[in-house]
């Protein structure tokens, strides 16, 4: 997969660094469910982590800032009657979180504010959910929020179905019928179209607002579990999965293409699942292993994964979350974070980081970033309005001033902004290619 002679690339040298011990997140409760989701999500400011508890389902809410060795006790997100299996944070507000159980509900709950796991009161108070999405027949193992437009959710279900939930109004208006149980789902980044992997070995991109497949074609051939990540504005996504010989594999697939481009590639003969994650920042797909310590990453150029590095460590992780890149260091040139589960008793940050000595801010490793702005309110998503939310310059956050704002490389006609300077469409062209080019220009 990765080519003979060396390619120029500013990512070739990304490497993953632990976190000292004492700034990790210890005392730990993670759910022993073996259902396969990530167990844990990540967002600017807090960590969802899938919590072993008795008396029903629970997850927690760790404040990134609260690192160490956690209290015994500590306020819990209790309401499910049977454990929760997936969490998801809202894309534009951080302090609202969606959680899956198998009690077949969605519950949507808002993070207190000054939230702490610190507290002097004898009884520690739980935190109760806002709202209750019901509508499934049996246990929901996945949700995940629409990128692009506001309040917009997807839960996948052992009732075979996904349903899209406007969480303004607890309405499901759309659904999409698969014949078995979905094992992953991911949108694209304007939100419009969804791509699922199931038990039943197909893979479909889904038309969500026409509730109909636009792409359905054999997947991985193995009996473990598929995932499936959507490559952020390319129309293009990746799949991990097991051949029937049980070797990992890795495919990339075009909406509407039968066959994967390139065919399926074997990463190796480990039996966890891999789990995929994309970063639209540096065009690099990560593959954390369910089970091994490995994070192997790759970058797309051309219709290919170039193999960069993997960042390789003794201890296993069972669930692993990504952070949005709005929320990187740019300081320490840190393009990627990663926060994985050890023991099923701590959590470890890894930084993906460029080595550089730079001491300004640099441009060229950190285009702009999706913000917190979203394209379309939930009604006019329903509508049929598509757009990407607008991204946020790093350069600001850098410097320390409010977020300044610059135009996504593609907007609806409608959504005509003021021209963009010539110094910010430089920086963009640093890797933004929208729907006009496929492939990374280096």
């Known amino acids: 997969m990765s080519g003979r002679f060396v390619r120029a690339s500013k990512y070739r040298h990304v490497f993953g660094k632990p976190t000292r011990k004492d700034f990790c997140y210890d005392n730990i409760h993670i759910s022993r469910n073996a259902w396969d989701t990530n167990l844990i999500k990540a967002n600017p400011e807090y960590l969802s982590v899938n919590w072993d508890s008795s ?13 160490g060795k956690l209290p015994d006790q500590i306020p819990l997100f209790r309401g499910h009657t049977a454990a929760v299996l997936d969490t998801d944070w809202h894309p534009f507000n951080d302090r609202f979180i969606a959680s899956a159980s198998e009690d077949g509900k969605v519950f949507l709950w808002e993070v207190p504010e000054d939230f702490t796991l610190y507290t002097d009161a004898e009884e520690i108070p739980n935190v109760a959910p806002v709202s209750k999405l019901a509508g499934h027949s049996r246990k929901v193992g996945q949700v995940l929020f629409n990128p692009s437009a506001e309040n917009i959710l997807a839960s996948a279900s052992g009732d075979y179905t996904i349903k899209i939930w406007d969480v303004t109004t607890g309405q499901a ?26 038990r039943d070995k197909k893979i479909r991109v889904w038309d969500v607002r026409q509730e109909k497949p636009v792409h359905e074609a054999p997947g991985h051939a ?3 579990n598929s995932r499936a990540v959507w490559m952020g504005e390319h129309n293009r996504f990746a799949t991990t999965g097991f051949s029937k010989m049980s070797e990992r594999q890795i495919a990339l697939w075009e909406p509407g293409n039968p066959e994967p481009i390139g065919g399926f590639s074997m990463i190796d003969s480990i039996s966890g699942v891999c789990m995929p994650f994309w970063d639209d920042g540096s065009n ?3 593959l954390a ?15 290919k994964f170039e193999f960069l ?6 201890d296993p992780q069972r669930g692993i979350a990504f952070l949005p890149r709005r929320g990187i260091n740019v300081h320490e040139n840190e393009v990627m974070r990663a926060y994985k589960t050890v023991n099923d008793s701590y959590i470890e940050p890894i930084s993906f980081t460029v080595p550089r000595r730079a001491e300004t801010f640099q441009a060229d490793i950190f285009p702009p970033a999706i913000g917190t702005k979203p394209a379309c309110t939930a009604k006019e998503w329903l509508d049929g309005k598509t ?56």
């Open 55 to 67: 008396g029903g389902g629970a997850f927690a809410v760790i404040p990134l800032n609260e690192r």
């Open 173 to 198: 208006p759309l659904a999409l019928p698969h014949g078995d149980i979905v094992q992953s789902l991911t949108w694209n980044a304007a939100g419009s179209m969804l791509a699922t992997t199931s």
């Open 222 to 224: 193995g009996a473990k």
């Open 284 to 286: 690099c797909l990560y």
């Open 289 to 303: 292993g369910k089970g091994d310590g490995n994070i192997r990453y790759y970058e797309y150029e051309n219709d």
């Open 309 to 314: 590095s993997e960042y390789k460590s003794p």
């Open 387 to 442: 757009g990407i939310p607008s991204k946020i310059d790093l350069e600001s956050v850098y410097e320390g001033t409010a977020p300044k704002e610059v135009a996504s490389d593609y907007k609806a006609p409608a959504q005509s902004t003021p021209s963009t300077p010539k110094a910010e469409v430089k920086r963009q062209r640093g890797g933004r290619g929208g729907r006009r080019r496929h492939h990374l220009q280096l």
